[in-house]
């Protein structure tokens, strides 16, 4: 079992940034790929970004390229997601996930963490 805590939301003016952590306990966090993803009211769930294990491949979502970053540190068990340059369009609840590997494709992710909401108004 990986256990997965997201922290850093908060409300944010378009323009500003925000770093989101995601906190890892449980099983060796080294052995997992792990994505992030986020959900608006009323729309599916969306992925954001993933990295591998070693953090040596990443990948983004057509709506962040360019705006966001995914990284890791593995010594201290906690995936980032950089966010900058936010738009309105971005306010959701983002979630990060743990995996096998690297993939756009929530339902490949078994761990999930609870959430934590960005919200991205003027």
């Known amino acids: 079992q990986v256990q997965l805590v997201e922290s850093g939301g908060g409300l944010v003016h378009p323009g500003d940034s925000l770093r989101l952590s995601c906190a890892a306990s449980g099983r060796t966090f080294s052995r997992y790929a792990m994505g992030w993803f986020r959900q608006a009211p009323g729309r599916v769930r969306e992925f954001v970004a993933a990295?591998?294990?070693?953090?040596?491949?990443?990948g983004y979502g057509d709506s962040v390229k360019g705006r966001i970053t995914i990284s890791r540190d593995n010594a201290k068990s906690t995936v980032y997601l950089q966010m900058n340059s936010l738009k309105p369009e971005d306010t959701a609840v983002y979630y990060c996930a743990a995996g096998s590997r690297v993939t756009t494709m929530d339902a490949h992710y078994d761990y999930w963490g609870q959430g934590t909401q960005v919200t991205v108004s003027p």
């Open positions: 990295i591998s294990w070693s953090g040596g491949i990443t």
